[in-house]
C-alpha cells in the first residue's frame, strides 16, 4: 500500500505515536484526543459530555486512572504517551507504531508503557516497536526485524536470535 500523507494511513486504520509527542500541553486530555474531530450535539455545538464519556473509557481500557478534564501539562511523559496511544484507540487504529517510546520514560513509566503495550497486543492491535534498546526487543517482541541504511535486513521470530546477532547484523558484520 502507498499512502500519499498520514490522512490516507490513518483512514486504513494505522496511527504512530512518535519519539516527539503531538501534545497540546494547555488543553485537556478530552481537547487532545478529539482535536481536529470534536463531537457534536444535535445543535451544532461541541458534545462535551460524550467526548469526555469516550475519553475516560479509553483511558479506562488501558488501565489509565486519569481525568479526561486534566490538562495536559500537568501530566508526566508517560501519562502524555498514554494520551497519544489513546487517540490511536479511538480513532480505531489497527496498527500502531511506536517509534522509540521509552527514549524520554523513566524506569517506572517505562514499565507502565509495557503493560499497556501487552494490553493492546492481547485485544489485538498489531504494534511496531522501533527501538534500539535490545533488552525492550527481547522483551515485548514476538519478532524482530533490523533495517540499516533504509534496507530491509532481516525479519526473524524473536526467539530464534541472539542480543549478539542481531547487532551484527546491525553493523553489518559476521558473527565469529
Not at 53 to 62: D, G, V
Not at 93 to 99: F, G, T
Not at 113 to 140: D, P, Q
Request: hydrophobic residues 40%; proline residues 2%.
Amino acid at each position: 500500500i502507498s499512502f500519499k500523507g498520514p490522512a490516507d494511513a490513518k483512514k486504513e486504520g494505522i496511527a504512530c505515536v512518535y519519539q516527539e509527542l503531538n501534545i497540546v500541553k494547555d488543553l485537556s486530555i478530552t481537547d487532545n484526543m478529539f482535536l481536529g474531530n470534536y463531537l457534536k450535539g444535535k445543535a451544532g455545538f461541541l458534545d462535551y459530555r460524550s467526548m469526555n464519556q469516550k475519553t475516560k473509557s479509553i483511558l479506562e481500557s488501558m488501565n489509565q486512572n486519569i481525568d479526561p478534564l486534566e490538562i495536559c501539562g500537568n501530566l508526566g511523559m508517560g501519562q502524555q504517551q498514554m494520551v497519544e496511544i489513546g487517540k490511536s484507540i479511538l480513532w480505531n487504529a489497527q496498527v500502531l507504531i511506536l517509534d522509540e517510546p521509552t527514549s524520554s520514560l523513566g524506569e517506572k513509566e517505562a514499565a507502565e508503557l509495557f503493560r499497556t503495550v501487552r494490553l493492546l497486543k492481547e485485544k489485538g492491535l498489531a504494534i511496531l516497536f522501533v527501538s534500539h534498546k535490545l533488552e525492550e526487543v527481547f522483551e515485548l517482541c514476538d519478532e524482530v526485524t533490523v533495517m540499516r541504511d533504509g534496507k530491509h535486513i532481516i525479519t526473524a521470530p524473536s526467539s530464534q536470535v541472539t542480543k549478539d546477532s542481531l547487532i551484527a547484523h546491525m553493523v553489518g558484520r559476521k558473527l565469529e
